[in-house]
DNA sequence: TCGTTGTGCAACTATTCAGTTGCGCGTCGC
DNA sequence: GCGACGCGCAACTGAATAGTTGCACAACGA
């Protein structure tokens, strides 16, 4: 694979990460698995009566494709469970961007000094 | 304010950050401009012939009320440059989910093993 | 002054998407 | 076995969104 597939394939990875991120719905719901630890979808649902639980259900799966959460069956019931790698991912994703922009102003400077 | 109206504040943020980072086309002209530096809208438009100018510019003013990017006038151009400010305020909010699910999974643990 | 360049505003369209509804199926408890 | 519970699948609908187009206007250069 060329650096430049690389990189592209890295980019939608973490587009859909942040897409995923980017819902209030979803965002409440992983703060929820957050600090209360793994639950299930009715679970999930429940104290949330704006939403059906396919709606939720539906937000879970997109959170899901991102690889912020982990689901398994258990019985009846279908358990989701947070992935902290990822958000060390989407992290790191942020982090080479601001690096690259303070390298740009850097060599920007320099530029403006010599000239 | 109540903390609790605090809390929804800063995750109505967190929400419109992630969204804007959240597609492709917003993703790549962050990264041309954490790269490149400063730019106009016909510069960030240009090579990208997929979309028009007026596309762009939309995409950019997403960014710009994510607070990701921030605007000026500049003779007749309109130039972007990026606000990692904000880029670290995003690391900062998975920081903290990450954390809590760490805390929950040492408190889940804890349970466990005392029963 | 005149042509060119860079931009902003507003309206339109087509597509996508969120969320609901209705159903059927496995699983647990009595 | 039988009811209740938790869940998955598929189809539908209204609403939002992306992107375009057409125009007008200010700034720069010759």
Redesign the interface.
Known sequence: MTWRKRVERS??G???????????TR??R??R?????PASISLLAERFRAMTRQGVRKHLHVLAAAGLINGSRQGREHVWA?N?KR??E??RC??V??S??????A??KLHVEES
């Not at 973490?14 to 209030?24: K, Q, T, Y």
């Not at 698995?33 to 630890?37: E, F, I, Q, T, V």
């Not at 690259?100 to 102003?105: E, K, N, Q, R």
């Open positions: 980019l939608a973490a587009v859909l990460l942040f897409a995923a991120l980017g819902d209030p965002l409440t992983l703060q698995l957050s600090d209360g630890g947070l902290p958000l060390a989407g992290r942020l982090e961007i601001a690259g922009w303070d390298d740009a102003l060599r920007l």
